[in-house]
């Protein structure tokens, strides 16, 4: 009983003197919505995007850069500035219609990739098979990002993080498939990728305490999408979907 009231007393000591980081995270983004090739939960409209982030922005955030966000996360005793980060899952190739716009907006933004289908051109086995299932021999060929797109944003405010090799589901691997894949994940973007950050970010919000541990044996720290907000926690980065309309009326 005294252990959860101590602990209930510093939880409230910590938000009274700090102001939360929060952490923002989307998919898709696109003026349209495409069913081929997008999941409706994770397609963000592309206005919809620029009001939630210029709602913020108005309401005097600071979008700061994740790895900034992980220092002051670390070291702040006292945060009573309002600080936000954009990240976004993927490397799809709809990020184009974004990434011109939040460089005018200076806004500094963290892509956790696959690099296997930005390098090889894949396009994930989900999403292949149900091009195969579509009507009329539907043929995509580029829904990532490619490595000349990335090479063009070497000088931007564009950051690279791990999002494993390719996009396994994580519940279902054993940890031998997991560390494979999260090792050629980070083999080939330090061959191929500028700007790379020690971040993982777990696939389909899937977390296993095994994983963590050899993430953070090897110093990267892992990614969340809980939708908490962080305070002081640097164990872990916790996100939320910058899609949610309560965003606009109600940004922090």
């Known amino acids: 009983m005294i252990a959860k009231l101590v602990n209930r007393i510093k939880r409230k000591w910590t938000k009274f003197r700090l102001q939360p980081i929060r952490v923002f995270c989307f998919h898709h983004v696109s003026d349209e919505y495409d069913p081929l090739t ?3 939960e994770d397609w963000t409209q592309t206005d919809v995007l620029k009001k939630n982030i210029l709602s913020l922005k ?4 600071e979008f700061i850069s994740l790895t900034e966000a992980h220092e002051k996360l670390k070291h702040d005793w006292f945060r009573t500035k309002k600080y936000a980060v954009l990240t976004a899952d993927d490397g799809y190739k709809s990020l184009l219609n974004i990434l011109p716009w939040l460089e005018e907006q200076k806004i500094p933004i963290t892509l956790f990739v696959n690099p296997k289908y930005i390098i090889k051109g894949g396009i994930g086995e989900n999403i292949l098979n149900r091009l195969n299932k579509a009507e009329g021999n539907v043929k995509i060929t580029e829904i990532y990002l490619n490595i000349t797109d990335i090479d063009t944003l070497r000088h931007s405010n564009v ?44 696939t389909y919000g899937h977390v296993k305490l095994e994983n963590d541990k050899l993430l953070r044996a090897q110093g990267i720290i892992p990614v969340y999408t809980s939708g908490n907000r962080n305070f002081n926690n ?12 309560r965003l606009i009326k109600n940004p922090l």
């Open 234 to 245: 640097t164990s872990y980065i916790d996100r939320e979907l910058i899609s949610n309309e």
């Open 159 to 202: 950051t690279f993080a791990y999002h494993g090799h390719e996009h396994i589901d994580e519940y279902k691997a054993d940890q031998t498939t997991f560390a494979q894949n999260l090792s050629q994940c980070i083999n080939a973007m330090e061959e191929n990728f500028p700007n790379v950050i020690p971040f993982y970010a777990h």
């Open 38 to 40: 997008m999941w409706e």
């Open 58 to 61: 108005e309401s005097r955030v």
